[in-house]
Protein backbone atom coordinates (compact mmCIF):
# COMPACT_ATOMS: atom_id res chain seq x y z
CA UNK A 1 0.00 0.00 0.00
CA UNK A 2 1.17 3.44 -0.97
CA UNK A 3 3.76 2.31 -3.51
CA UNK A 4 3.07 3.42 -6.78
CA UNK A 5 2.84 0.88 -10.01
CA UNK A 6 5.89 1.32 -12.17
CA UNK A 7 5.36 0.28 -16.21
CA UNK A 8 8.19 -2.05 -16.43
CA UNK A 9 9.80 -1.88 -20.54
CA UNK A 10 10.97 -5.20 -21.84
CA UNK A 11 11.80 -3.91 -25.15
CA UNK A 12 15.60 -2.95 -26.60
CA UNK A 13 17.30 -0.47 -24.51
CA UNK A 14 18.61 1.98 -26.81
CA UNK A 15 14.77 2.60 -27.54
CA UNK A 16 14.18 2.60 -23.79
CA UNK A 17 16.89 5.41 -23.75
CA UNK A 18 15.13 7.09 -26.64
CA UNK A 19 12.02 7.66 -25.22
CA UNK A 20 13.72 8.53 -22.05
CA UNK A 21 15.39 11.69 -23.85
CA UNK A 22 12.83 12.51 -26.18
CA UNK A 23 9.17 12.38 -23.88
CA UNK A 24 10.27 15.48 -21.93
CA UNK A 25 10.17 17.14 -25.76
CA UNK A 26 7.02 16.13 -26.77
CA UNK A 27 5.37 19.14 -25.46
CA UNK A 28 7.79 21.43 -27.10
CA UNK A 29 7.45 19.19 -30.92
CA UNK A 30 3.75 19.20 -30.68
CA UNK A 31 3.37 23.12 -29.79
CA UNK A 32 6.23 23.53 -32.78
CA UNK A 33 4.01 21.41 -34.98
CA UNK A 34 0.56 23.77 -34.04
CA UNK A 35 2.69 26.58 -35.18
CA UNK A 36 3.50 25.43 -38.46
CA UNK A 37 -0.31 24.25 -39.21
CA UNK A 38 -1.39 27.70 -38.13
CA UNK A 39 1.28 29.47 -40.40
CA UNK A 40 1.00 27.12 -43.33
CA UNK A 41 -2.64 27.55 -43.16
CA UNK A 42 -2.30 31.68 -43.42
CA UNK A 43 0.03 30.78 -46.42
CA UNK A 44 -2.57 28.94 -48.14
CA UNK A 45 -4.93 31.28 -46.81
CA UNK A 46 -2.70 33.93 -48.78
CA UNK A 47 -2.15 32.15 -51.71
CA UNK A 48 -5.88 32.02 -52.24
CA UNK A 49 -6.18 35.44 -52.39
CA UNK A 50 -4.46 36.41 -55.10
CA UNK A 51 -0.90 36.43 -53.02
CA UNK A 52 1.86 35.21 -55.85
CA UNK A 53 4.48 33.15 -53.94
CA UNK A 54 7.78 34.66 -54.71
CA UNK A 55 10.59 31.67 -54.92
CA UNK A 56 14.42 31.48 -55.55
CA UNK A 57 16.44 29.02 -56.44
CA UNK A 58 19.21 27.73 -53.96
CA UNK A 59 21.92 25.62 -55.74
CA UNK A 60 23.04 22.77 -52.98
CA UNK A 61 25.85 20.83 -54.65
CA UNK A 62 24.71 19.94 -57.94
CA UNK A 63 20.68 20.47 -56.98
CA UNK A 64 18.64 23.65 -57.41
CA UNK A 65 16.59 23.90 -54.58
CA UNK A 66 13.27 26.38 -54.56
CA UNK A 67 13.00 28.46 -51.57
CA UNK A 68 9.71 30.71 -50.76
CA UNK A 69 10.31 33.86 -49.53
CA UNK A 70 7.31 34.22 -47.63
CA UNK A 71 7.06 30.79 -46.80
CA UNK A 72 10.33 31.14 -44.88
CA UNK A 73 8.96 34.37 -43.41
CA UNK A 74 5.90 32.22 -41.83
CA UNK A 75 7.90 29.56 -41.06
CA UNK A 76 10.27 31.92 -38.80
CA UNK A 77 7.34 33.41 -37.09
CA UNK A 78 6.71 29.42 -36.02
CA UNK A 79 9.91 29.84 -34.51
CA UNK A 80 9.58 32.96 -32.76
CA UNK A 81 6.43 31.00 -31.37
CA UNK A 82 8.22 28.09 -30.07
CA UNK A 83 10.81 30.29 -28.40
CA UNK A 84 8.69 32.21 -26.86
CA UNK A 85 6.42 29.34 -25.08
CA UNK A 86 9.74 27.56 -24.12
CA UNK A 87 11.06 30.88 -22.41
CA UNK A 88 7.98 31.16 -20.91
CA UNK A 89 6.82 27.75 -19.96
CA UNK A 90 9.98 27.25 -18.12
CA UNK A 91 9.82 30.20 -15.88
CA UNK A 92 5.86 29.33 -14.98
CA UNK A 93 5.77 25.39 -15.31
CA UNK A 94 7.03 24.57 -11.68
CA UNK A 95 6.40 27.86 -9.92
CA UNK A 96 4.71 27.73 -6.50
CA UNK A 97 3.06 24.05 -6.83
CA UNK A 98 2.71 22.14 -3.74
CA UNK A 99 4.96 19.02 -3.03
CA UNK A 100 2.47 16.27 -4.33
CA UNK A 101 3.73 14.65 -6.92
CA UNK A 102 0.25 14.28 -8.67
CA UNK A 103 -0.73 17.91 -8.15
CA UNK A 104 2.58 18.64 -9.80
CA UNK A 105 1.55 16.55 -12.80
CA UNK A 106 -1.62 17.99 -12.88
CA UNK A 107 -0.71 21.75 -12.44
CA UNK A 108 1.68 21.32 -14.85
CA UNK A 109 -0.33 20.08 -17.85
CA UNK A 110 -2.73 22.81 -16.76
CA UNK A 111 -0.12 25.46 -16.98
CA UNK A 112 1.16 24.05 -20.38
CA UNK A 113 -2.10 24.46 -22.40
CA UNK A 114 -2.33 27.59 -20.23
CA UNK A 115 0.91 28.77 -21.63
CA UNK A 116 0.26 27.56 -25.08
CA UNK A 117 -3.52 29.64 -25.61
CA UNK A 118 -1.30 32.86 -24.12
CA UNK A 119 1.28 32.31 -27.14
CA UNK A 120 -0.85 31.25 -29.59
CA UNK A 121 -4.28 33.10 -29.15
CA UNK A 122 -3.44 36.64 -29.74
CA UNK A 123 -0.88 35.26 -32.75
CA UNK A 124 -3.46 34.21 -34.11
CA UNK A 125 -6.18 36.24 -33.94
CA UNK A 126 -3.75 39.31 -34.77
CA UNK A 127 -2.69 37.40 -37.74
CA UNK A 128 -6.30 37.35 -39.19
CA UNK A 129 -7.72 40.12 -37.78
CA UNK A 130 -7.59 42.21 -41.11
CA UNK A 131 -9.33 39.79 -42.99
CA UNK A 132 -12.13 39.14 -39.87
CA UNK A 133 -12.86 42.74 -39.98
CA UNK A 134 -13.65 42.61 -43.66
CA UNK A 135 -15.38 39.55 -43.83
CA UNK A 136 -19.13 39.86 -44.70
CA UNK A 137 -20.28 38.33 -41.12
CA UNK A 138 -18.25 40.82 -39.11
CA UNK A 139 -19.65 43.87 -41.36
CA UNK A 140 -23.41 42.91 -40.63
CA UNK A 141 -22.54 42.78 -36.95
CA UNK A 142 -20.75 46.61 -37.17
CA UNK A 143 -24.30 47.39 -38.65
CA UNK A 144 -26.17 45.73 -36.53
CA UNK A 145 -24.38 47.58 -33.56
CA UNK A 146 -24.87 50.57 -35.65
CA UNK A 147 -28.20 50.54 -35.49
CA UNK A 148 -29.10 49.47 -32.25
CA UNK A 149 -26.60 51.85 -31.05
CA UNK A 150 -27.39 55.21 -32.73
CA UNK A 151 -24.27 57.30 -31.21
CA UNK A 152 -21.72 54.31 -32.82
CA UNK A 153 -23.07 54.52 -36.05
CA UNK A 154 -20.62 57.68 -36.94
CA UNK A 155 -17.66 55.98 -35.41
CA UNK A 156 -18.49 52.45 -37.35
CA UNK A 157 -18.92 54.50 -40.36
CA UNK A 158 -15.64 56.84 -39.76
CA UNK A 159 -13.71 53.27 -39.35
CA UNK A 160 -14.99 51.51 -42.14
CA UNK A 161 -13.96 54.07 -44.66
CA UNK A 162 -10.41 54.02 -42.75
CA UNK A 163 -10.46 50.91 -43.54
CA UNK A 164 -11.40 50.44 -46.88
CA UNK A 165 -8.52 51.98 -48.37
CA UNK A 166 -6.45 49.91 -45.69
CA UNK A 167 -8.40 46.80 -47.49
CA UNK A 168 -7.01 47.82 -51.34
CA UNK A 169 -3.55 47.37 -49.85
CA UNK A 170 -1.58 44.62 -52.02
CA UNK A 171 -1.63 40.81 -50.91
CA UNK A 172 2.42 40.44 -50.27
CA UNK A 173 1.89 43.88 -48.28
CA UNK A 174 -0.99 42.74 -45.84
CA UNK A 175 1.07 39.32 -45.45
CA UNK A 176 4.23 40.91 -44.20
CA UNK A 177 2.22 43.62 -41.92
CA UNK A 178 -0.09 40.73 -40.55
CA UNK A 179 3.26 38.38 -39.84
CA UNK A 180 5.25 41.43 -37.85
CA UNK A 181 2.03 42.86 -36.22
CA UNK A 182 1.14 39.61 -34.70
CA UNK A 183 4.58 38.93 -33.60
CA UNK A 184 4.63 42.11 -32.13
CA UNK A 185 1.70 41.56 -29.93
CA UNK A 186 2.82 38.16 -29.45
CA UNK A 187 5.85 39.47 -27.75
CA UNK A 188 4.49 42.03 -25.86
CA UNK A 189 1.80 39.45 -24.52
CA UNK A 190 4.07 36.90 -23.42
CA UNK A 191 6.34 40.05 -21.59
CA UNK A 192 3.49 41.08 -19.80
CA UNK A 193 2.93 37.30 -18.48
CA UNK A 194 6.46 36.94 -18.03
CA UNK A 195 6.99 40.24 -15.86
CA UNK A 196 3.56 39.56 -13.76
CA UNK A 197 5.56 35.83 -13.13
CA UNK A 198 8.32 37.38 -12.03
CA UNK A 199 6.55 40.35 -9.46
CA UNK A 200 4.78 37.49 -7.88
CA UNK A 201 8.12 35.74 -7.32
CA UNK A 202 9.20 39.19 -5.69
CA UNK A 203 6.27 39.84 -3.73
CA UNK A 204 6.52 36.22 -2.37
CA UNK A 205 10.41 36.63 -1.40
CA UNK A 206 9.35 39.97 0.36
CA UNK A 207 6.71 38.38 2.27
CA UNK A 208 8.96 35.78 3.40
CA UNK A 209 11.57 37.88 4.70
CA UNK A 210 9.49 39.67 6.62
CA UNK A 211 7.98 36.42 8.61
CA UNK A 212 11.15 35.57 9.52
CA UNK A 213 12.39 38.46 10.89
Not at 46 to 56: C, P
Not at 168 to 175: E, G, I, L, N, V
Request: hydrophobic share 50%; proline share 3%; aromatic share 14%.
Amino acid sequence: MGTEDKIVFHGPRWLYGFWQSTRARIPLLGFALVSALIELFYFDFMISRGMLDKQVQLQLGGWLIPFSISLALALGNAVLLVSLWQGLFERIAYAGLSSDRRVRRIMYLLRMIRTSALILAPFTILLFLPYILESSWWVGLANGVGNSVPSLRGSIDGFYSWSYGLSRTDAPTKFIASQLIASFGTIVVAGLQLWRVQSARGLTKIVQRRRLR
